[in-house]
């Protein structure tokens, strides 16, 4: 009895430490410095990093502020290959975990800033495959509001 108890309370609080980690608070302050002045804050190389995971992996986890946040950093620090990767690395995970809350904030966005994210999904680097996002898009053709985006990313496919 004694270890099923024990068992139990370990079990709780690896999920409590799980779910504090996927809500992390995230800089405002430091995301708005990035989006201002990339140079400097690249220079504050750890400083810069921590703020992007912070919001990437919060994004990523569907909290639909961070996700504005990440399709806020569009167009930013493009001729640093770094931030870039990560960006579209950042951007197809968010895709892969909450397609739909990332197209109906995209939606609300200018045309460049979808066709810019719309492109790192149509051509993934990194850890995900395209035959991911291709699964994800055919599910989401099936609703009016984002057939023609999922179309871009299942046309040929």
């Given at each position: ?24 608070t995230c800089s405002q ?36 502020n961070s996700i504005r ?89």
């Amino acid at each position: 009895m004694k270890s099923i108890i024990c068992l139990f309370l370990l079990l709780s609080c690896i999920i409590f430490v799980e779910s504090a980690e996927a809500n992390k608070t995230c800089s405002q302050q430091k995301l708005k410095e990035i989006k201002t002045d990339f140079d400097k804050a690249y220079n504050q190389y750890d400083v810069f990093w921590d703020t992007l995971h912070c919001y990437g992996d919060n994004a990523i986890s569907g909290d639909k502020n961070s996700i504005r946040a990440i399709i806020s950093l569009n167009g930013i620090g493009t001729y640093n290959s770094e931030f870039t990767e990560w960006y579209a690395e950042t951007i197809a995970q968010i895709f892969l975990k909450s397609p739909q809350k990332l197209l109906d904030l995209l939606l609300q966005r200018d045309r460049k800033t979808i066709d810019n994210i719309m492109t790192y999904l149509e051509h993934p680097i990194g850890d995900v495959e395209m035959e991911s996002i291709v699964a994800v898009a055919k599910k989401l053709k099936k609703k009016p509001k984002y057939r023609s985006l999922a179309k871009r990313l299942t046309s040929g496919r």
